[in-house]
């Protein structure tokens, strides 16, 4: 999309929001730093600018990882609100496809007008306004470009949850969507007030001791296959009751695996409560996009995910067969 027909999309998302008397935001199952700080920064925005009442919600289970954003605490757990409330105005962040908000997506059809912001490139435009830009590192690269267009003076506060959303989706600025624009956003964070020392401590290095011992033992547990070419992390619900770990304790053992120099493709697989198997895809260099689409998944060429609703040892197999297809 060109620069002028994205400006006047954002020109309507202002008047939309100026209209609006209710307004939900909505953030992806599973939620990381960048659906969350992007769902912060706007609504955020919202209420100091427009001064319109935003509910901030989450679905699932909201990671205590990231109660050091700014006003974490005002976001609402969305099976809370009355599913015949009607919005005037919903505003999905990061989400790939409507059924990530799952028990949300209810809420947002039934919103007046829809609009879905997101850096996906698997994303199908599924609102009245959809700003996507598969080029994006995060979702806060497009919500600040949209601020700077409204020409909004954005506080600190807001600056930071930004920072966050660019410093998860970056992996701490290394991954392949890392370019000069990522450095220059960084830059502006910065001198609106942002501390890279304190964000990067808050978010990598507050982990619960038994997250570090449970991530270990995932590690030492973990399968390589094709000459090391593939890890296999398997995680059972067993697992995870052993060391108490929560959902997000699994945050960052990809990035342990992919340290290994050959290891081209890592993958996570977390038995689910209902017995499925969640998986969670890296890659140096391979495209996993077709691998997890054969699965019913989607997400980013570097960076994919899918749900195998099979029990996860015959999800293991399924899966090791098709990734090493793929690397052959
Ligand atoms: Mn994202």
């Not at 027909?5 to 998302?13: A, D, K, P, T």
């Not at 296959?225 to 053992?253: C, L, Q, V």
Request: hydrophobic fraction near 40%; include cysteine.
């Amino acid at each position: 999309m060109n620069k002028e027909s994205m400006e006047n999309i954002f020109l309507q998302l202002r008047a939309e929001i100026e209209r609006a008397e209710n307004i939900i935001v909505f953030s992806h199952v599973s939620p990381d730093g960048d659906t969350l700080g992007s769902n912060l920064a706007i609504s955020l925005m919202i209420e100091k600018y427009f001064n319109k009442k935003v509910d901030s919600t989450y679905v699932g289970v909201l990671p205590s990882l990231y109660s050091y954003l700014p006003e974490f605490n005002r976001f609402i757990d969305v099976q809370t609100i009355d599913k015949t409330k009607k919005y005037d105005l919903a505003i999905a962040v990061d989400v790939a496809s409507k059924d990530r908000m799952v028990s949300g997506t209810i809420l947002f059809d039934n919103a007046k007008f829809k609009v879905n912001i997101d850096h996906h490139k698997t994303n199908i435009g599924y609102a009245d306004i959809n700003i996507i830009d598969g080029d994006a590192a995060c979702v806060g690269v497009i919500l600040y470009k949209i601020f700077k267009s409204w020409n909004l003076e954005i506080p600190t506060d807001v600056a930071r949850c930004i920072y966050t959303s660019l410093l998860t989706d970056t992996g701490g600025f290394k991954y392949e969507n890392t370019t000069p624009e990522t450095f220059m956003l960084a830059a502006d964070l910065v001198s609106l007030g942002v501390s890279p020392t304190y964000e990067f401590r808050a978010c990598y290095e507050t982990k619960p001791q038994s997250m570090v011992q449970f991530q270990a033992y995932v590690v030492t547990n973990t399968s390589f296959y094709n000459g090391g070419k593939i890890a296999f992390a398997k995680i059972t619900r067993g697992d995870m009751s052993k060391f108490g770990a929560t959902d997000d304790f699994t945050e960052g053992i990809v990035e342990v695996l992919r340290t290994s120099k050959n290891v081209e493709i890592a993958a996570i697989l977390k038995e689910t409560k209902e017995g499925y198997t969640k998986v969670s895809l890296r890659s140096k260099t391979v495209d996993v996009t077709p691998i997890v689409i054969d699965f019913g998944g989607g997400g980013h060429t570097f960076a994919a995910g899918c749900t195998i609703k099979k029990p996860i040892a015959i999800a293991f197999d399924k899966l090791l067969k098709r990734v090493q297809s793929e690397l052959e």
